[in-house]
């Protein structure tokens, strides 16, 4: 977990410094020192052009990302442990779905500068989503927790083909609002603030020292609904919370962010090989990796491709063939 720390810390750095403009470390390690402490006078030296850059336009970005990245990977995790699948992921519930269907409205109806935001209805139309599947997929049949996983991912994948026919819908009313609808859906970090970090930042904090609280008992929901249960887990407690906790995550950062895929998939894939499946040890080292990876994307996408894409498409076309060779490795 050091080593990612470290690892991290050094990759917010490089990304501080590549850009349109670009800035030595040194200068960006005293500019942060001088702000965090107070030392302004040990910035005088240094050009006012890259204090505004850091602060104003990339830090905010990048530390966007990287909490973004976190919790996904975090909330990834809760599900596959959750489902006992590991193809799930943070939009197995439909949760994407849902708040790309709200954000579609918000901008349909042009709310993007009223008091409601489009991240306000992004995360709304998720919050409703996931209720509505576990509605769904709730059978007092199920002796122990009232909801199994065949029931989840099959009343979200019914729910999320709904929705995106309701989204195809809105793009065909949107007219010339459709390539706003397009871009969110695609997922972009341009022209994020303090305001989206500090947000991500206080769900994810809650959510991950909630999945530390619970990590012992997902560990034994892994074994199993009746082991589980014969070991003492409330299961319709645990895995009531741990589902919302999950779904939090992913819907606040698809709000903020719009749609991006594979981190949730990928990350607790990659970093069980290194720590186990022990979700005490799995939790905090993929929230680390998660950050690192994401950051390590939008970074590619920001300052080293000649033109800027969507971040989402960058993961999707890494993530993919990366999945499926590890899928593959996984069945020889």
């Known amino acids: 977990?050091?080593?990612?720390?470290?690892?991290?810390?050094?990759?917010?750095?490089?990304?501080?410094?590549?850009?349109?403009?670009?800035?030595?470390?040194?200068?960006?390690?005293?500019?942060?020192?001088?702000?965090a402490f107070g030392r302004l006078d040990i910035l005088q030296s240094t050009s006012e052009t890259f204090t505004a850059v850091i602060f104003e336009v990339r830090l905010p970005r990048i530390l966007t990302c990287t909490v973004v990245g976190a919790a996904l990977a975090v909330s990834g995790t809760l599900f596959q442990g959750i489902l006992l699948n590991p193809l799930a992921d943070p939009y197995t519930l439909g949760v994407s779905a849902g708040a790309a269907f709200g954000a579609s409205i918000a901008i349909l109806l042009n709310l993007g500068a009223a008091f409601v935001s489009i991240p306000l209805f992004a995360f709304a139309g998720a919050c409703t989503t996931l209720f509505f599947v576990i509605f769904l997929s709730y059978s007092s049949k199920n002796a122990f927790s009232g909801l199994s996983s065949n029931n989840l991912i099959l009343s979200g994948i019914i729910v999320a083909a709904i929705l995106s026919a309701g989204i195809s819908f809105l793009k065909f009313v949107a007219n010339e609002q459709v390539s706003v609808i397009i871009f969110w859906l695609m997922g972009s970090f341009a022209s994020k603030t303090w305001a989206n970090f500090s947000l991500v930042l206080c769900f994810l904090?809650?959510?991950?020292?909630?999945?530390?609280?619970?990590?012992?008992?997902?560990?034994?929901?892994?074994?199993?609904?009746?082991?589980?249960?014969?070991?003492?887990?409330?299961?319709?407690?645990?895995?009531?919370?741990?589902?919302?906790t999950g779904s939090m995550l992913a819907a606040i950062c698809v709000s903020v962010s719009g749609i991006i895929g594979f981190i949730g998939l990928l990350v607790p894939h990659m970093i069980r090989f290194v720590t186990g499946p022990d979700h005490r040890r799995l939790i905090p080292v993929a929230l680390l990796a998660g950050g690192i990876l994401l950051l390590l994307a939008d970074t590619v996408t920001r300052a080293v491709l000649p033109h800027e894409i969507p971040i989402g498409v960058l993961t999707a076309l890494i993530g993919g063939p990366v999945f499926c060779w590890i899928f593959k490795k996984s069945r020889m």
């Open 1 to 35: 977990m050091v080593l990612f720390s470290f690892f991290l810390t050094g990759m917010i750095l490089l990304s501080l410094s590549l850009g349109y403009i670009k800035i030595p470390v040194a200068d960006i390690v005293k500019i942060l020192f001088a702000k």
């Open 205 to 244: 904090v809650v959510g991950y020292f909630i999945s530390l609280f619970y990590a012992r008992d997902l560990n034994l929901i892994c074994l199993g609904d009746r082991s589980a249960a014969s070991l003492g887990v409330d299961l319709k407690k645990t895995t009531l919370i741990l589902l919302v």
